[in-house]
């Protein structure tokens, strides 16, 4: 039987996909061993993590169509379907592969250091013995890619500037340029004009928002979960004070929400060289915009809208293209209009209707609309700071009812009530392998037919995910923080609620947020400020780390600490993606994330 996954990518059409990041969900929990072999087994290091999909690769010349191709063939580490060796072909030529090794190996020479992205973790490694020079890929012979040993490690000042400008940009002259007011195309009324798409689907923009708006004032059913509405504050604290229009409908050029950042999340892409694709992503990862709501006085609310859009692009090379329009940003000064002019051209790409023609009826490039909040509680009936939750709600356009912003599962974050189940062990304990490897999905339903995710993400302070049948705690932590309430909870942030991590106030001095924000809320003349789980470092200045709360053991049996950082990772993902082409793209896997 032949062993080889024979599968074709042609420009614009992929063929066939090698790895589906989307598991099926597993129909039977894994059996616990007895109690001391399931305590050795949770002190065992996440090794999966530190062994690449990808062995070693080699390509070959080939001519499709009168054009120059390359076929790769790659021996992977863990087969898919049976398969050691898979072979693909890629639009690229053989030339722009030799020359993005040839870069790999000119900036790789210049450096003592490597980096890898482990568990989305930056593990820093000396670099070994130099790579032999790449050879001209050609046509009668299989030509041995070199080999890769991580990526160069960038120094903190181009780390930051690529952070800055490219990925998370929250300088005070763009975010409160006149494209982020009015109906700029930064405002939130131009978005919410834009995904109507009055003229395709018959949806007045102010329709659309005071219908999305409405969710807060019923309460919801989502997967058989209902979502407690939170009528008076929606009401008092956005819908009374919105200004209004002679027709007495909403103005949206006058809406209570301010920009916090323009976000690229280049690192959610498919793999569009290995041919492993990624649900919702488009081809190239997403990019968002994230605001606050203010109250009528213009000071920040505890309530943050964020929307996701998908970037479509067909083929690797349309990927690197966008990759690198955004690297082009790097060396722009942020208070130039050249800067701004640079990224408006870059987000009317995504945020503009007609952005996707592939979906009616708003063809519109938008994943899924989030909010995250507690002012619509806690402002309106005061409480003690550690009874108060945030709440996660997930908003998508539904085709089925003409277009309008529909609410739905929270992505990866079942129901609240499972937590401490034994339901919820066994799905951990079923789908370990996936979860360590951060490509795992949650249902919707788990077991087959029962409700499983949630219809909101509750999050009381230092909340956890955890159930004492999980075998191993390295999944229970990564199950945990791939949920929404995880993330943004102990998981990602020091436990709140003490003298040194009070709770979060969103109006008070400017300050790192401790507890659920990663972009946090801001005032009109201050910059929006990032969590220690983006930034890696925490107040001091340190590097940031968290022992596990949940009383996970190193090797040596002391509590395990994790360093978090997820900026400077993204920051060396584009680096690589857009100096070394498709040969770094080889060595690349991509996650399954939410966040």
Request: include cysteine; proline fraction near 7%; hydrophobic fraction near 40%.
């Amino acid at each position: 039987m032949n062993n080889r996954l024979q599968v074709r990518m042609y420009p614009g059409l992929l063929m066939g996909l090698m790895v589906p990041l989307f598991l099926a969900r597993s129909l039977a929990a894994q059996t616990v061993a007895d109690e001391a072999a399931q305590q050795a087994e949770q002190r065992k290091p996440n090794d999966k993590l530190h062994v690449p999909m990808v062995k070693s690769a080699t390509a070959k010349s080939v001519t499709e169509d009168g054009r120059k191709l390359v076929e790769l063939q790659f021996e992977v580490n863990r087969p898919a379907d049976g398969a050691p060796v898979i072979q693909r072909l890629v639009d690229v030529t053989p030339e722009q592969m030799k020359a993005w090794q040839q870069k790999y190996l000119d900036e790789i020479s210049g450096t003592e250091q490597v980096v890898e992205d482990q568990e989305r973790q930056l593990l820093i490694k000396d670099k070994g013995a130099a790579p032999a020079e790449p050879q001209t890929i050609a046509a009668d012979a299989e030509t041995r890619l070199m080999k890769f040993q991580g990526l160069p490690k960038l120094t903190a000042a181009f780390e930051q500037q690529l952070i800055d400008r490219c990925l998370m940009i929250r300088h005070i002259e763009v975010v409160n340029d006149e494209r982020a007011e009015g109906m700029g195309p930064w405002s939130f009324g131009y978005l919410m004009q834009e995904l109507a798409n009055e003229s395709a689907t018959g949806i007045k923009p102010v329709d659309l928002v005071e219908d999305w708006l409405g969710h807060w004032q019923k309460n919801v059913l989502v997967n058989g979960f209902v979502v407690p509405q939170r009528k008076r504050g929606i009401e008092q604290l956005i819908l009374n004070d919105w200004p209004r229009t002679a027709d007495h409908e909403l103005d949206l050029s006058k809406s209570p929400f301010r920009l916090l950042a323009i976000i690229l999340r280049l690192d959610l892409r498919s793999n569009k060289v290995l041919g492993s694709e990624r649900i919702d992503d488009g081809g190239a990862g997403e990019a968002r915009l994230v605001y606050c709501a203010v109250d009528k006085a213009g000071q920040p609310l505890a309530f943050t809208v964020i929307f996701e859009y998908g970037i479509n692009r067909r083929n690797f090379l349309e990927v690197w293209e966008w990759a690198w329009h955004w690297y082009d940003l790097r060396y722009k000064d942020q208070e130039s209009e050249e800067y701004r002019v640079a990224l408006e051209a870059l987000t009317h790409q995504f945020t503009d209707r007609d952005s996707n023609v592939e979906a009616p009826p708003n063809r519109s490039s938008l994943n899924a609309l989030r909010t995250n909040e507690i002012d619509l509680v806690s402002k309106i009936k005061p409480r003690p700071p550690a009874e108060s939750v945030w709440e996660v709600r997930e908003f998508r356009l539904d085709d089925g009812n003409e277009g309008h912003l529909r609410q739905v599962t929270v992505k990866q974050t079942p129901d609240l009530n499972f937590n401490g189940k034994k339901v919820l062990a066994d799905f951990v304990n079923s789908n370990t392998p996936s979860i360590l490897a951060l490509r795992h999905s949650t249902p919707t339903d788990f077991p087959r037919g029962s409700d499983f995710l949630g219809g909101s993400a509750i999050t009381p302070p230092n909340v956890i995910w955890q159930a004492g049948a999980i075998a191993r705690k390295d999944a229970r932590h990564l199950f945990s923080l791939g949920t929404c309430s995880g993330c943004h909870a102990r998981e990602a942030f020091p436990e709140v609620g003490t003298p040194a991590a009070p709770f979060d106030n969103v109006q008070g001095a400017t300050r790192q947020p401790p507890h659920f924000t990663h972009v946090r809320p801001r005032k009109k003349n201050d910059v929006a400020e990032l969590s220690a789980f983006l930034t890696g470092r925490g107040p001091d200045q340190r590097p940031f780390k968290l022992v596990d709360p949940a009383g996970q053991k190193a090797a040596d049996g002391t509590p395990l600490e994790r360093p978090f950082g997820d900026l400077p990772v993204r920051a060396h993902d584009i680096y690589g993606l857009a100096r070394f082409g498709a040969f770094y793209e080889i060595f690349r896997e991509q996650r399954s994330q939410v966040h």
